[in-house]
């Protein structure tokens, strides 16, 4: 399709075909792919430390033992829903990464997403407990609690680098 100007006596044309507009990328569909590419090394690190014998759950353990009824013996199906309650978690935090750093602005963007990786620790380690679960966790094991503060870790680092990026590629 062409388009026809005309500035005082010069005609332009313009083929549309050929101009090359870059999208600017939404809040939201940024925020979800950051949160899901930050959940993945959250998963990976989670499963690490429980192969190692450091924790005694995983975080998609930890999701399917709250997502299903209590008594729940832990099976493939269980983990399956454990995994998409963390996918759809971690999607759903980085939207809100997403949201606080477009106010805020992206600058020290890696300290924010750790900062609510470090809010995550506290939600995850003793308001989910207490709220869902008061009789399954009433304590929460040492090491599962640190395993908890090490993997929102990651997911804040890698959260805030993930940003940047989409945000440098996106500009």
């Known amino acids: 399709m062409m388009i026809h100007r005309m500035w005082g006596a010069i005609d332009i044309t313009t083929d549309i075909s050929k101009v090359k507009v870059k999208p600017k990328m939404d809040t939201i569909l940024r925020g979800s792919i950051v949160g899901f590419i930050a959940t993945i090394p959250y998963i990976m690190v989670s499963w690490f430390l429980y192969m190692v014998g450091v924790s005694p759950f995983t975080v998609i353990h930890y999701g399917a033992i709250l997502i299903t009824p209590p008594g729940t013996t832990i099976t493939t199906l269980p983990l399956l829903l454990g995994l998409l309650a963390v996918t759809i978690s971690g999607t759903f935090m980085g939207n809100i990464l997403a949201f606080l750093l477009r ?51 990651v997911w804040g680092i890698v959260a805030g680098y993930s940003y940047l990026a989409l945000e440098k590629r996106s500009n």
């Open 103 to 153: 106010s805020t602005g992206s600058d020290y963007a890696i300290f924010k997403s750790t900062g609510l990786g470090v809010v995550l620790w506290i939600v995850h380690s003793k308001v989910l407990p207490s709220l869902i679960e008061p009789e399954l966790f009433k304590v929460l094991p040492t090491p599962m609690v640190l395993q908890a503060l090490i993997v929102v870790g």
